[in-house]
């Protein structure tokens, strides 16, 4: 059975730090492009940052030079390293493992709260 379960979610000051974690099982990890998601309130989920199986990363405009996302391939985790954060931030972030177009898994979520 696929679980991710996040962690490392809260709240923090503007300007703070938070690292987010993803632990992957089911047997995915190794084939799976793993990204973090995040939904703002009356928002659509979008991507943050996407980590390929053999490390090339991408990052949303709006994260760029403050995430940096990472994978460790031998304990199935994927990581998200938030600096700087600013309010527009908050939202609740997902972990994401996509082996294809139609077969992907999603963790239920962690609130991440950036006050002003």
């Known amino acids: 059975q696929v679980q991710l379960v996040e962690s490392g979610g809260g709240l923090v000051q503007a300007g703070g730090s938070l690292s987010l974690s993803c632990a992957v099982s089911g047997g995915i990890f190794g084939v799976s492009v793993m990204g973090w998601y995040r939904q703002a309130p009356g928002k659509q989920r979008e991507l943050v940052a996407g980590i390929e199986t053999l490390g090339t990363t991408n990052y949303s405009d709006s994260v760029k030079g403050r995430f940096t996302i990472s994978r460790d391939n031998a304990k199935n985790m994927v990581y998200l390293q938030m600096n700087s954060l600013k309010p527009e931030d908050t939202g609740v972030y997902y972990c994401?493992?996509?082996?294809?177009?139609?077969?992907?898994?999603w963790g239920q979520g962690t609130q991440v709260t950036v006050s002003s």
């Open positions: 994401n493992a996509k082996i294809s177009k139609l077969r992907y898994y």
